[in-house]
């Protein structure tokens, strides 16, 4: 019988959120990740699509909410410290050199060793959702396993939310991490990041065209401007509140791989 009580315990302190501030200081959307040796692992589509101007980066108690460490970097220095940021294939993960004063207390997952997943599999997420601060756990099981575009990826009969990308889907006899999450609320993100530009778009237009027209001393542009502001609003907290009741992660095999070839050994200790 899997304790998830025991989980929690053995694994909450290294996992950590990435909240990715734009330049007036507005939190756009966040990330999870988790400190592994002397780095920090993520998912790398939300770092693609935003415009930010710094990340913070904290981790929590036990409870889930007290901070424990955290360190906020502006946009240059957390680019700098991406050591996969050259290559242009898409990987489902950044590699973050995290050797922060800082953090050198916060202890690291392990990455399993074992390449047989079997369905069935208990497995838990811990993660950090969009509309909350603190960290959360969720259980299920592999459904399925197959791969799309050379990517092994792992199916989680779990229930997550925005926010959740990155975080690490760990097998839950072992603790050990098998998988990122992510695939699937990348695909999400895409999709709200669509909308938000054509209401955007359509915003500037009728900005433009704002006073050329009245009908019986109402501006139908300024109508219209509201209609697109609700949009906009319910879009916002629609992404916000949508839960997926399926998850989808990379195999952690694509990880571990990527820190053979570049000589960084993923069971180095921590520097």
Known sequence: MVHLASLWKKCHASVCSLNYIN?????????????????IITDDYTFQQQDFGEVQIYFVAE?????????T?????????????????YQGFLVIDAGFEEFENIPALEIEKELVRYNGDPVAVLGY??????LSIMSGIISSQYYRNNHRLIEIDTTIR?????????????GKVIGIVGYRLASMQRSYNQIIKIINDNLKMLKDAEGKITIQEIDPIQVLTANQNQIKHMVR????????????????QHLKDYLHDMHLDADEKSR
């Open 237 to 252: 907290l629609f992404f916000k509140a949508t839960d997926i009741r399926t998850a989808i992660a990379y195999d952690v």
């Open 63 to 71: 409870d889930g909410i007290t901070v424990t460490a955290s360190k």
């Open 23 to 39: 330049k007036d200081g507005i939190r756009g959307v966040i990330a999870t990740g988790f400190k592994l040796n002397h780095f």
């Open 162 to 174: 925005q926010g959740c990308s990155g975080a690490p889907l760990l097998h839950a006899e072992t």
């Open 129 to 134: 959702r969009y509309d909350q601060c603190n």
């Open 73 to 89: 970097l502006s946009f240059g220095d957390f680019s700098r410290r991406i050591l996969n940021a050259a290559i242009e294939d």
